[in-house]
């Protein structure tokens, strides 16, 4: 069992920047491939970025290429999705996922967090 609580969501400006952090606790963080998905109300879970175990490669939905960047840290157990030039399309619930396969499709992820909200206002 793995358990993720993000935290570092939050209202910004357009432009703006936001750093998200996915702590994990429960069996070895480092056996898991981790993302982040995001929900906007109304429209459905999608992912935005992975990371695999060792972090030596990274994923990203083409609507946030260039502008986010994910990382992981596994001596520590958390994984970071850093927000830059956000827009308000970017306004959802942000949720971190783990999984020990290499899908990033939301209903193959083993574990999620709660989510922590992100309102990006125009």
């Known amino acids: 069992q793995v358990q993720l609580a993000e935290s570092g969501g939050g209202l910004v400006q357009a432009g703006g920047s936001l750093r998200l952090s996915c702590a994990a606790s429960?069996?070895?963080?480092?056996?898991?491939?981790t993302g982040w998905f995001r929900q906007a109300p109304g429209k459905e879970r999608e992912f935005v970025a992975g990371i695999n175990r060792s972090s030596s490669s990274t994923y990203y939905a083409d609507s946030v290429k260039g502008r986010f960047t994910i990382s992981r840290d596994n001596a520590k157990n958390t994984v970071t999705l850093q927000m830059n030039s956000l827009k308000p399309e970017d306004t959802a619930v942000y949720y971190c996922?783990?999984?020990?396969?290499?899908?990033?499709?939301?209903?193959?992820?083993?574990?999620w967090g709660k989510g922590t909200l992100v309102t990006v206002s125009s």
């Open positions: 996922a783990a999984n020990r396969g290499s899908s990033w499709y939301p209903g193959n992820m083993d574990y």
């Open positions: 429960g069996r070895t963080f480092s056996g898991y491939a």
